[in-house]
Nanobody, 115 residues
Framework: QVQLVESGGGLVQAGGSLRLSCAASGSIFSIRTMGWYRQAPGKQRELVADITSGFTTNYADSVKGRFTIFRDNAKNTVYLQMNSLKPEDTAVYYC?????????WGQGTQVTVSS
């Protein structure tokens, strides 16, 4: 069974930065697409960024230029560097492993940005 453990969330003021980490176990990590999604109260879960096994990245328009996704296959870990945070970035952030329909999810980590 794949297990995903997110960390790095917290409370930060607008304009600040956070780095989220997702450590995978029970996975052939290097061949999997990995992603970060977020869900705010009352809203659908949405893609923030993903990265393929070939290191191709994709970002939501709302975070382009502010967030960076990267992976360290030697550590089985994917990261999301978040800079210039805005209150509208407040959400639970989830790590995603692999592609649908067999995608796996982490437990989520809360990010709260105050104004």
């Amino acid at each position: 069974q794949v297990q995903l453990v997110e960390s790095g969330g917290g409370l930060v003021q607008a304009g600040g930065s956070l780095r989220l980490s997702c450590a995978a176990s029970g996975s052939i990590f290097s061949i999997r697409t990995m992603g970060w999604y977020r869900q705010a109260p009352g809203k659908q879960r949405e893609l923030v960024a993903d990265i393929t096994s070939g290191f191709t990245t994709n970002y939501a328009d709302s975070v382009k230029g502010r967030f960076t996704i990267f992976r360290d296959n030697a550590k089985n870990t994917v990261y999301l560097q978040m800079n210039s945070l805005k209150p509208e970035d407040t959400a639970v952030y989830y790590c995603a492993h692999g592609l649908p329909p067999r995608r796996r999810w982490g437990q989520g980590t809360q990010v709260t940005v105050s104004s």
